[in-house]
């Protein structure tokens, strides 16, 4: 029986760890050619080589989203080997400094915004032109629970997330008419290896992050791997514009 995504090639950036790692693994299983983009090129090479050992199709690039020109690069690469865009995860995000907004400094602002929200729209813009003579395709942008609601010490993160969401509903506007269908997906605490950094210098932080949703614990990045792989596939045919928030209640608590 063939997968959700067979034979559709598929780019997600930040794929070296975490929720990018889980959603190209899983979009992988589910049939779909993965060319698997980050900033460090040996954690993409890895994920790539989870991929093939797991029987899929995966190659790996080195792209740094804050230069345009490697995003280029990594979008004429696709069309360079496989023809075609058929979907991609704008995944690559970064939390930045911990700061009330009166704190925040100029230089973490550019950067945050460099990112998370202009490496987003640059990338969708390659995307929609790239996949529009063909008639449509998918992308999924990571927003996040702070692109819903606000949290102390984040607001530049928060602001990019918020737009990453504006964005997506502008664009579904835009271009779903012609085939292109458009969401996001809002993660709530997520075990990641970033998180996990955080637990082996402060073990306390696990129960409390365990506390903030309503389930009982963190999420995986592999369940929201599957909400990706499930957006970008055509039983979410009716899903458009949508910010879908898998945050075990978080939000709604």
Same mark, same amino acid.
């Given at each position: 029986?063939?997968?959700?995504?067979?034979?559709?090639?598929?780019?997600?950036?930040?794929?070296?760890?975490?929720?990018?790692?889980?959603?190209?693994?899983?979009?992988?299983?589910?049939?779909?050619?993965?060319?698997?983009?980050? #900033?460090?090129?040996?954690?993409?090479?890895?994920?790539?080589?989870?991929?093939?050992?797991?029987?899929?199709?995966?190659?790996?690039?080195?792209?740094?989203?804050?230069?345009?020109?490697?995003?280029?690069? #990594?979008?004429?690469?696709?069309?360079?080997?496989? $023809?075609?865009?058929? $979907?991609?995860?704008?995944?690559?995000?970064?939390?930045?400094?911990?700061?009330? #907004?009166?704190?925040?400094?100029?230089?973490?602002?550019?950067?945050?915004?460099?990112?998370?929200?202009?490496?987003?729209?640059?990338?969708?813009?390659?995307?929609?032109?790239?996949?529009?003579?063909?008639?449509?395709?998918?992308?999924?942008?990571?927003?996040?629970?702070?692109?819903?609601?606000?949290?102390?010490?984040?607001?530049?993160?928060?602001?990019?997330?918020?737009?990453?969401?504006? #964005?997506?509903?502008?664009?579904?506007?835009?271009?779903?008419?012609?085939?292109?269908?458009?969401?996001?997906?809002?993660?709530?605490?997520?075990?990641?290896?970033?998180?996990?950094?955080?637990?082996?210098?402060?073990?306390?932080?696990?129960?409390?992050?365990?506390?903030?949703?309503?389930?009982?614990?963190?999420?995986?990045?592999?369940?929201?791997?599957?909400?990706?792989?499930?957006?970008?596939?055509?039983?979410?045919?009716?899903?458009? $514009?949508?910010?879908?928030?898998?945050?075990?209640?978080?939000?709604?608590?």
């Amino acid at each position: 029986m063939q997968g959700l995504l067979a034979q559709r090639v598929v780019i997600v950036t930040g794929a070296g760890s975490g929720i990018g790692r889980a959603a190209a693994e899983v979009m992988a299983r589910e049939g779909a050619i993965v060319i698997a983009s980050d #900033l460090k090129l040996a954690s993409a090479e890895e994920t790539a080589q989870h991929i093939s050992a797991s029987g899929g199709r995966a190659i790996a690039i080195g792209t740094d989203v804050s230069k345009l020109d490697e995003l280029d690069a #990594l979008h004429d690469f696709t069309i360079k080997e496989f $023809g075609r865009l058929d $979907g991609a995860f704008n995944n690559a995000g970064i939390p930045g400094p911990g700061a009330a #907004l009166a704190d925040h400094d100029e230089a973490a602002f550019d950067t945050l915004v460099a990112i998370n929200l202009k490496a987003v729209w640059y990338g969708m813009k390659r995307q929609i032109e790239l996949m529009l003579p063909r008639g449509g395709g998918a992308i999924v942008n990571t927003a996040s629970v702070g692109g819903i609601v606000g949290k102390p010490g984040l607001s530049v993160y928060c602001a990019t997330k918020h737009a990453v969401i504006g #964005l997506t509903k502008t664009a579904a506007l835009e271009y779903g008419s012609r085939g292109v269908r458009v969401n996001a997906v809002c993660p709530g605490v997520i075990r990641t290896p970033m998180v996990d950094m955080v637990i082996a210098a402060q073990p306390d932080t696990a129960s409390e992050w365990d506390k903030l949703q309503p389930i009982g614990r963190m999420g995986t990045s592999e369940e929201i791997g599957e909400a990706v792989a499930w957006l970008m596939s055509p039983r979410a045919s009716l899903v458009h $514009g949508h910010a879908l928030v898998a945050d075990g209640g978080l939000t709604v608590a």
